[in-house]
Nanobody, 121 residues
């Protein structure tokens, strides 16, 4: 099973930016899709951004144009660049590995602690 560890969250004012990192380890990581998720208090976990094994990306409508998912050359670390942050982006952010980029709700990795992102003035 792939181990995942998120970092990079923090407190930021509306309109600000953050870059989240996710370090993954395991023999199957490079052969799977990658995705970012978030869960706000009282809400269900939702898919934020997805990248296929070929590098194709999709985003939730709520973050499209503001967030960017990427992956390093070694395919051991993934990132989520978040710009123009809004208060509604406040949540705990997680990374995981979907079985397919077409079904990001079906994940294969273990859920980590996540990293808290708080957007507030």
């Amino acid at each position: 099973q792939v181990h995942l560890a998120e970092s990079g969250g923090g407190l930021v004012q509306p309109g600000g930016s953050l870059r989240l990192s996710c370090v993954a380890s395991g023999p199957s990581f490079s052969f799977n899709s990658v995705a970012w998720y978030r869960q706000a208090p009282g809400n269900q976990r939702e898919v934020v951004a997805v990248m296929s094994p070929h590098g194709d990306t999709t985003y939730a409508d709520s973050v499209k144009g503001r967030f960017t998912i990427s992956r390093d050359k070694a395919k051991t670390t993934m990132y989520l660049q978040m710009d123009s942050l809004k208060p509604e982006d406040t949540a705990v952010y997680f990374c995981n590995l979907p079985r397919s980029h077409r079904t990001p709700h079906l994940t294969t990795g273990s859920w980590g602690q996540g990293t808290q992102v708080t957007v507030s003035s």
